[in-house]
């Protein structure tokens, strides 16, 4: 039934131009800078300082409005459509509903990571005299995989407030409000392992953090999260 909802989703995902705005949102910033860069007659020495200010730039702030309007999208769509009571008649529980619906909006988040990634190196072949090697492969991935974990725990919080309030304008105005914390923590005598919109940052920019506090600051935001949706799915009265 899981893998009948996620494939629910997915026709209907493939019918929206919201893949198009997935892929423009992931590749803006390493295509902005490749032409600035050639622009500038700009090359790198190393790929570590290619990767922390394409990664800095788009995670700090646009990115965390990206993952917000990506399951603003995907949620919210139910509502304004009307599609949530007949979403609701599937032979499968609401809670299953709301976790077939979660894991396609993972998974498209996901996209997001491999979009980036990919878009970075091809440029950073391009731009940066350091040949690029398997092992500096293997890092980013690892620190794309980290970040991606730490973004996943903050897609909860979204999916609640959508639910909630039935349209996609609040989540996103709490996304900007949270994206301008992390403007904040940069210049903070605050520890930025326990803000959970700066976590995705952490592994990416290699800044000096304890792992163990970051990944409990991110599991209590997704059990948190998680608790909240599903109780309100099993309670609410979607009919109205």
Known sequence: ????????EWLKFKRTPLLLYVFAGAVAFPL??????????VR?????????????QMFTFSGVLIFSIIAASLYAK???DKTMNTLLTYPASRRQVYIGKFLFVCIVAALV????TATTLAVGVWLVDETLTMGRVLTQLKADGSSYLFQVALLPMYTFLISV???ATVPIVFAVIGAFGNIFVLNAPFPMQYYPFFCPLLPLNMVPYDPFYAFMTAFLV????LYANLLYYSRADFHQ
């Open 1 to 8: 039934m899981m893998i009948e909802l996620i494939r629910c």
């Open 32 to 41: 902005m800078n490749a032409l600035n860069w050639i622009r500038d007659g």
């Open 44 to 56: 790198h020495d190393s790929w570590d300082a290619l990767l922390k200010t394409i990664d800095f």
């Open 78 to 80: 139910e509502f304004t």
């Open 113 to 116: 990571y491999v979009f980036k």
């Open 165 to 167: 309030f039935k349209n």
């Open 222 to 225: 997704l059990a948190a999260g």
